[in-house]
């Protein structure tokens, strides 16, 4: 029953596919005010802009979100055709045609499943003199990862006679909800040179993380002979009543409402005392008229729980020793007691409660980029990244062409191997006519469309801003017209000149 639990949530997963990278396709779009989040040194053709789901009528069509998540296997990996007299037939790894150590061979030491959300409520920015751009932007943020360690498959697969340790060490959830206020820089220090820093104001609503996961069950020489040892700590500020027992160890806890009283709203959801504060910094080089190199951090910051906050800890060790049960002597009621939930948390856990405040950090991303200018209307890129997740780094790469065929629109094609998938081709674009700006990103739509068995990711962010003061020629397009004329020059002799 445990095996088959296990496959049906990775099925379940694999089959919404909702899936958080977000947006790396936006990086190398100029054009979109956004793409600042990600790449801070890069300031949009325009001398003011402004969005946000609170701007009338155009702050709604569609509205300012963006949402993601990334799955650590696709659906072929749990629901695919077996062989033989199987071949017409759809089977799991649990299926005896098939073989169970394929699919844990795809599985990494902890697998994460990571969802992400934000929410802008106000954006804008404006240009400053001929060198800087500011910008604010004021969101709501969310993001959430479930681990799961390889272990804890192997375990239910295979039991405990062939996992004599299973070490579920990075099993556990963290999930953040907080308000941000951002307020951003870009400054032009050179013709060659740009420069981009954002400072961000957060304050914490809602958090669950595991701060340290050790969570061990060995097995002795005899099968039916299992220790635990467990050092498992869980702290969160989500309003609970707590009640423990006469040694002091949490006997009974229950989710308190706070919200029945509206007066608690301002406390528990707005200015909730959990403050915290983050960076994002970056910039842009020309090397030469062909070629750009941008390098830029995302989300480098912390934030303090100090209201409401709750720490939970396990400390166990050789807490749990099933020696299993003798079956001349097993009575029905025996049997009814030693299933019960509760009587199995009272025989091998003691938990501890203290009311302690606690730091988290973000999920930090590294970029790292060049653009080369094929001509005036057309750039490509290359994006190498690294987001920083408990347990784990993870890595991905992305090849970008960028298409700028009208006054009015802009278009990107991404390619990317992320979440050790190959399949992912996105596409983004911006479209304004008039003052209104319309725009679309995500780094897998094509790729879930075309290999909706084989994806393990999808992401979007879509919005429209009112923009005023755009330029057709600028910093941004003069190194394309560069490159351009430089073609021509180099090709003269030969009787070539690039369109």
Same mark, same amino acid.
């Given at each position: 029953?445990?095996?088959?639990?296990?496959?049906?949530?990775?099925?379940?997963?694999?089959?919404?596919?909702?899936?958080?990278?977000?947006?790396?396709?936006?990086?190398?779009?100029?054009?979109?005010?956004? #793409?600042?989040?990600?790449?801070?040194?890069?300031?949009?053709?325009?001398?003011?802009?402004?969005?946000?789901?609170?701007?009338?009528?155009?702050?709604?069509?569609?509205?300012?979100?963006?949402?993601?998540?990334?799955?650590?296997?696709?659906?072929?990996?749990?629901?695919?055709?077996?062989?033989?007299?199987?071949?017409?037939?759809?089977?799991?790894?649990?299926?005896?045609?098939?073989?169970?150590?394929?699919? %844990?061979?795809?599985?990494?030491?902890?697998?994460? /499943?990571?969802?992400?959300?934000?929410?802008?409520?106000?954006?804008?920015?404006?240009?400053?003199? !001929?060198?800087?751009?500011?910008?604010? &932007?004021?969101?709501? *943020?969310?993001?959430?990862?479930?681990? %799961?360690?390889?272990?804890?498959? !192997?375990?239910?697969?295979?039991?405990?006679?062939?996992?004599?340790?299973?070490?579920?060490?990075? %099993?556990?959830?963290?999930?953040?909800?907080?308000?941000?206020?951002?307020?951003?820089?870009?400054?032009?220090?050179?013709?060659?040179? #740009?420069?981009?820093?954002?400072?961000?104001?957060?304050?914490?609503?809602?958090?669950?993380?595991?701060? !340290?996961?050790?969570?061990?069950?060995?097995?002795?020489?005899?099968?039916?002979?299992?220790?635990?040892?467990?050092?498992?700590?869980?702290?969160?500020?989500?309003?609970? !009543?707590?009640?423990?027992?006469?040694?002091?160890?949490?006997?009974?806890?229950?989710?308190?409402?706070?919200?029945?009283?509206?007066?608690?709203?301002?406390?528990?959801?707005?200015?909730?005392?959990?403050?915290?504060?983050?960076? =994002?910094?970056?910039?842009?080089? =020309?090397?030469?008229?062909?070629?750009?190199?941008?390098?830029?951090?995302?989300?480098?910051?912390?934030?303090?729980?100090?209201?409401?906050?709750?720490?939970?800890?396990?400390?166990?060790?050789?807490?749990?020793?099933?020696?299993?049960?003798?079956?001349?002597?097993? *009575? /029905?009621?025996?049997?009814? =007691?030693?299933?019960?939930? &509760?009587?199995?948390?009272?025989?091998?856990?003691?938990? *501890?409660?203290?009311?302690?405040?606690?730091?988290?950090?973000?999920?930090?991303?590294?970029?790292?980029?060049?653009?080369?200018?094929?001509?005036?209307?057309?750039?490509?890129?290359?994006?190498?990244?690294?987001?920083?997740?408990?347990?784990?780094?993870?890595?991905?790469?992305? %090849?970008?062409?960028?298409?700028?065929?009208?006054?009015?629109?802009?278009?990107?094609?991404?390619?990317?191997?992320?979440?050790?998938?190959?399949?992912?081709?996105?596409?983004?674009?911006?479209?304004?006519?008039?003052?209104?700006?319309?725009?679309?990103?995500? =780094?897998?739509?094509?790729?879930?469309?075309?290999?909706?068995?084989?994806?393990?990711?999808?992401?979007?962010?879509?919005?429209?801003?009112?923009?005023?003061?755009?330029?057709?020629?600028?910093? *941004?397009?003069?190194?394309?017209?560069?490159?351009?004329?430089?073609?021509?020059?180099?090709?003269?002799?030969?009787?070539?000149?690039?369109?």
């Amino acid at each position: 029953m445990v095996k088959r639990l296990l496959i049906i949530v990775f099925f379940v997963a694999s089959v919404v596919r909702v899936s958080a990278q977000i947006d790396n396709t936006m990086y190398f779009m100029d054009r979109l005010p956004q #793409s600042s989040y990600i790449n801070p040194a890069q300031a949009p053709n325009c001398k003011f802009y402004i969005g946000g789901v609170i701007v009338p009528v155009f702050g709604q069509l569609p509205p300012p979100i963006t949402f993601a998540a990334n799955l650590p296997i696709d659906y072929n990996d749990v629901i695919f055709h077996g062989s033989g007299e199987y071949s017409d037939s759809l089977i799991t790894p649990l299926h005896p045609n098939a073989n169970v150590d394929d699919f %844990l061979k795809k599985l990494r030491k902890v697998n994460y /499943v990571t969802t992400d959300f934000q929410l802008s409520l106000l954006n804008f920015g404006f240009k400053s003199g !001929e060198k800087s751009f500011f910008t604010f &932007d004021l969101s709501e *943020r969310m993001f959430a990862g479930a681990g %799961l360690p390889k272990s804890l498959f !192997e375990f239910a697969a295979k039991g405990n006679d062939a996992v004599r340790l299973a070490d579920f060490t990075g %099993l556990g959830v963290n999930a953040t909800y907080y308000h941000q206020l951002a307020l951003g820089l870009q400054h032009q220090f050179s013709k060659s040179l #740009s420069m981009g820093l954002r400072a961000k104001f957060l304050i914490g609503v809602a958090n669950v993380r595991n701060a !340290e996961t050790t969570l061990k069950l060995t097995t002795a020489e005899k099968t039916n002979y299992i220790n635990v040892e467990a050092e498992y700590i869980v702290n969160t500020n989500v309003p609970l !009543e707590v009640t423990l027992d006469d040694e002091g160890y949490v006997s009974d806890i229950a989710f308190n409402n706070v919200f029945e009283d509206k007066s608690n709203i301002t406390k528990y959801a707005l200015l909730t005392g959990n403050y915290g504060a983050a960076l =994002d910094f970056g910039f842009s080089k =020309d090397i030469n008229s062909f070629f750009t190199a941008y390098f830029s951090v995302e989300d480098l910051g912390v934030i303090n729980w100090k209201k409401n906050a709750s720490k939970f800890g396990l400390y166990d060790k050789d807490s749990m020793k099933f020696e299993g049960v003798k079956i001349s002597d097993l *009575r /029905v009621d025996d049997f009814a =007691d030693m299933i019960d939930p &509760d009587s199995i948390v009272a025989n091998f856990t003691e938990i *501890r409660y203290d009311e302690q405040s606690y730091v988290t950090t973000l999920p930090t991303k590294l970029y790292a980029g060049l653009r080369y200018y094929a001509s005036k209307r057309m750039s490509l890129g290359v994006l190498g990244k690294l987001e920083f997740l408990p347990y784990k780094v993870r890595p991905s790469m992305m %090849l970008t062409a960028n298409f700028k065929p009208f006054k009015f629109t802009a278009a990107t094609l991404s390619y990317s191997c992320m979440n050790g998938n190959f399949n992912n081709i996105g596409v983004g674009f911006t479209l304004h006519p008039g003052i209104s700006q319309w725009y679309f990103v995500s =780094d897998n739509l094509i790729g879930a469309a075309l290999f909706p068995t084989n994806s393990r990711e999808i992401s979007f962010r879509m919005g429209c801003n009112l923009v005023f003061g755009c330029v057709q020629k600028g910093s *941004r397009d003069s190194r394309s017209n560069n490159a351009t004329l430089m073609n021509k020059k180099k090709h003269k002799n030969k009787g070539y000149v690039p369109k």
